[in-house]
């Protein structure tokens, strides 16, 4: 059967490292079917399996990140029917520690991975429902002025099966999460910087081009160093059975990277890069919470 839709997800690759990965359905405000959530699922692992590629960039086209699962198929299934893309979940799709373990596609997609590399998301517009889901694959998320977060899948009795209870509450805090998803009332830029579930706040328009920097930013440090120190924040936040499990992880993990990367470091230190703060090869200091272009 001919792909009705082959450009629905976008990759552009860069010499220096960093992927984008843009979802295109405009007529849908990229809102995820099937075909889709299997093309975005192909393109992350693609990211993932790269090692050339060092930082993965995520955006929604023409003005919208993602309004969620696309509805009008929600509305076709009926059941005893064929399956829909993720309804048996058999386990994560990509563990960082294990590599690829199976095909199991969220029905957005690739909700389920576990990604081994930065992933920055730019939002413009909305990201409701699964497309709040699919932000939440961020580390962090680059929000325009105008964007609007929310559990908006509240008002049809869709449950959130994208990972949103899952991750929502480790980036906000239990009670923010469950404020969102109870209610599924829309959170505004602001709020949700205010709340962490935004990074940064750009203007209208800004969110790609200020996403881009930022990874450009990332690729000047050593990347098994900063690789190995986000790997930490994961497991504490979703693996560790105790606090001390989680010391024992970071000081463990860590100290594999001194002998490649930190002696290194401390020798370029000693010849003087690095003094007083300065960063040599970029600007990523942004202080978290600026809302860039004001004045």
Request: aromatic share 6%; net charge neutral; with cysteine.
């Amino acid at each position: 059967m001919a792909d009705s839709e082959p450009n629905a997800v976008q990759v552009s690759k860069t010499e220096h490292g960093i992927t984008t990965i843009t979802i295109n359905r405009h007529h849908r405000r990229n809102a995820i079917d099937g075909p889709t959530a299997r093309k975005l699922t192909d393109a992350f692992l693609t990211f993932e399996q790269d090692p050339s590629q060092k930082v993965c960039v995520f955006y929604g086209a023409h003005g919208t990140f993602c309004a969620g699962f696309d509805l009008h198929e929600v509305a076709k299934f009926r059941p005893g029917s064929d399956a829909a893309p993720g309804e048996t979940y058999n386990g994560p799709i990509i563990d960082a520690r294990h590599g690829v373990q199976g095909r199991n596609i969220g029905p957005i997609g690739p909700s389920r991975m576990q990604v081994s590399k930065p992933v920055i998301c730019a939002v413009a517009g909305h990201a409701v429902a699964g497309g709040l889901e699919l932000a939440l694959l961020g580390d962090m998320r680059v929000a325009e002025s105008d964007a609007v977060f929310g559990v908006f899948c509240r008002r049809f009795g869709v449950p959130l099966i994208d990972g949103g209870t899952v991750r929502l509450q480790a980036v906000v805090g239990l009670g923010r999460a469950l404020d969102m998803i109870l209610t599924g009332r829309p959170v505004s830029a602001q709020e949700a910087l205010q709340m962490g579930l935004a990074n940064r706040v750009v203007p209208r328009g800004e969110a790609l081009r200020e996403a881009t920097r930022i990874a450009e930013g990332l690729l000047a440090f050593p990347q098994r160093c900063m690789n190995v120190d986000r790997a930490s924040c994961y497991y504490a936040a979703y693996e560790a059975r105790s606090f001390e499990d989680a010391m024992r992880h970071e000081f463990e993990e860590g100290a594999k990277v001194i002998t490649t990367e930190s002696v290194q470091g401390a020798a370029r230190f000693a010849s003087g890069a690095g003094r007083h703060g300065q960063f040599e090869k970029h600007d990523s200091t942004l202080e978290p919470g600026v809302i860039l272009g004001s004045p």
